[in-house]
């Protein structure tokens, strides 16, 4: 076999083997500390993004993350929210559907209202995520009880001809969390 036909390992070159085996031996090492650089960068911006999300669910920095409020909410709070029976409001529109569950409300259903947002489900679907959340299961905005909103409303206004809302008593049986 013929020797290849390069400076690096031709005989007659007028480099010595001697400067040959150091630039092989340079370009290894750049090599090897290019590899590493990358690595530490690399591990760098993996941890930043994991405790990032640790903290307020991976919003670019802590300035910009909004309070989060990964706390449920308590029962009386959410017997408290507006419940009732559902009619559907003509038979021509599309079924509604119980973005928990993902099942269909039928008329007669019990069905409860968030406040703030006005979105429907079935009222024991939506207890189960509110026990584990406190906003709401489609646009996530925050869920406030109606005695909540009207305090709001009352101090903002500087009105204090609102009567106070009292809160039903809170359920005694308590629904297991739907599997996630």
């Known amino acids: 076999m013929s020797t290849p036909n390069s400076w690096l390992f031709a005989d007659n070159s007028k480099y010595s083997t001697r400067a040959r085996l150091l630039f092989m031996g340079l370009s290894f ?45 308590s ?27 993902l099942g269909q409300v039928d008329d007669g259903e019990k069905v409860r209202q968030l406040p703030k947002c006005g979105h429907l489900f079935h009222a024991d679907c939506v207890d189960a995520w509110l026990r584990a959340h406190s906003t709401c299961p489609m646009c996530r905005a925050a869920v406030e009880g109606p005695a909540t ?12 001809d609102m009567p106070p809302v009292v809160a039903p008593p809170a359920a005694a049986e308590a629904l297991p969390l739907p599997p996630v």
């Open 149 to 160: 909103a009207a305090t709001a409303k009352k101090t903002s206004s500087g009105a204090t």
């Open 29 to 73: 090492t750049i090599g090897i500390l290019s590899f590493l650089i990358y690595l530490a960068i690399w591990y760098t911006c993996t941890r930043r993004r994991r405790s990032r999300q640790l903290r307020g669910g991976g919003v670019a920095s802590a300035e910009e993350a909004p309070p989060v409020a990964n706390q449920g909410m």
């Open 75 to 101: 029962a009386a709070a959410i017997a408290a929210l507006p419940t009732f029976a559902y009619e559907a409001p003509a038979p021509a529109t599309a079924p509604m559907d119980c973005a928990v569950c």
